[in-house]
């Protein structure tokens, strides 16, 4: 068996501890509350260790049997509450979903052949892991709902519920262990363990009194075991020993196991030869290892989940979403603003285009559009004076008609200046130049040929169009006259 150096667990808890914190498990700053609840509460009347921590000052800490004891300004703090190890079972899943409403549709029924009660009377909180699997506790509706009720009477809203296995402090390739109220809280991982009830054999009928529990830092002493029974300390317990069995089967046992709050006497020595893994005590409370503990696993959700707060699985989103936000605003902002730009830049040029057009047409009385109805008046204008016809777009209309006539014509090139449009095309060599300019002409575009150059099998020509020069129009008092002079 491995033996353990004296030192080890110390200088390697702080490493092991940092990259074992998962990552959605995020520390708050600020005043908190801890509560401890214990078993059977709030039944069993058994005092609630609770321990206020303000940023600055000490923490304090107490027991009380109502929690209305705590000081009231202690009670509006954030309040983090620590359930009974026993009434909450830690187990894994893998579901092939991501959806939380299907997840927690789907949780009970994978689960049921774990759980002895009713799977309607149960809660089921999970967390996703890294690698996929879900985390899962599972815990009593009616039990939760006792614990909500006590709490609210008290003033208390608690934003996290986790079981007190999970307060116990763990770190990677280890298994933390702590002794409380006759059971001993195991750690597995992060968000996983068990309870493992104590070795117990008839004694001298003499009531043995244990240390201070796991959870209260060392402040009460812990009730004593019935009359009649001892703790038989020299044999851990069997479910301890069956849960290191089944590691070692699957090659995860653990480097060493961790004791917190063990009794004095102790025998790690004798649990590390019957267990085969090297046992550390440690003298320090659980808080002394973690000032400000995480809830890795939070019971409050669902129906559970307390309204106006942000849910846990939501929370580490939150900063990017708030930066998505802000780009979101600053996007439509920037928009906003050029669409103002924009819209005075159109209404400025809709003023200069009216104007231009009362100036030029004053004869128009009505402008909607100004575009238009300037386009339409210089169309017309150009109509009476006859001049309409040497643009160049009409030229090209009447060119493409004509051309299309003969499909052997191939435009190579076109030249427009001076209101005459010149053409580079191609011919076969059994055509007749004079087909093209014919065509062209009849087009009512007077054609002049520019040159004509002979090559293989083709013919390439120049061509100068120019539109046709429309006839005056008859004055009304001449008239037109027919046949011959008399």
Known sequence: MKKLKKSSVSLAWLTRTKSAAPPSAARATGDRLDLVLPRGWPESGSPVFWRWCRRGDKPQSGQVTDLRQVPEAVRGARA?????AGDTVLTSATLPTRSPRKITQALPFALEDRLLGDPESLHFAYRVESDGSLSVAVTARERLRRWEDALAQAGIKPVALCPATLLVPWALDCWSLAFAEGEVLVRT????????????????????????????????????????????????PPLLAAALEDAARVQKTPEYLVVFNAPSDFPAESWSAQLQVPVRVEQASVWDKQEDPSAPLNLLQGQFEQKGQISGTLRPYFPAAVMLLIWM???????????WKLRRQHQEYTREMTNL???????TKTVLDPAAQMQRSI?????????????????????????RADPRVRLRGLRYADHSL?????????????????????????????????RAGEVDGRLRLKPVAAQPAASPSTGLRTGSPS
């Not at 009460?220 to 020299?234: F, L, S």
């Open 357 to 363: 057009l009362m100036t030029s047409f004053p004869e």
């Open 189 to 236: 991982g992060s968000a996983s363990g068990f309870v493992a009830p104590l070795s117990l054999r008839p004694g001298s009928g003499q009531a043995q009194t244990l240390p201070p529990t796991a959870m209260d830092g060392g402040s009460a002493g812990r009730e004593a075991i019935p009359t009649g029974i001892n703790v038989e300390a020299d044999l851990p």
């Open 379 to 403: 169309d017309a204008l150009l109509a009476r004076s006859g001049k309409q016809e040497r643009d160049l777009l009409p030229m090209l209309s009447k060119t493409a008609t004509a051309l």
């Open 329 to 339: 605003l600053g996007n439509i902002g920037f928009d906003l603003g050029d669409w």
């Open 422 to 454: 010149t053409l580079e095309i191609s011919w076969p060599a059994t055509g007749s130049p004079d087909a093209v300019k014919t065509a062209l002409e009849a087009g009512g575009l007077r054609t002049e040929m520019l040159s004509l150059t002979p």
């Open 80 to 84: 983090c509450v620590w359930t009974p």
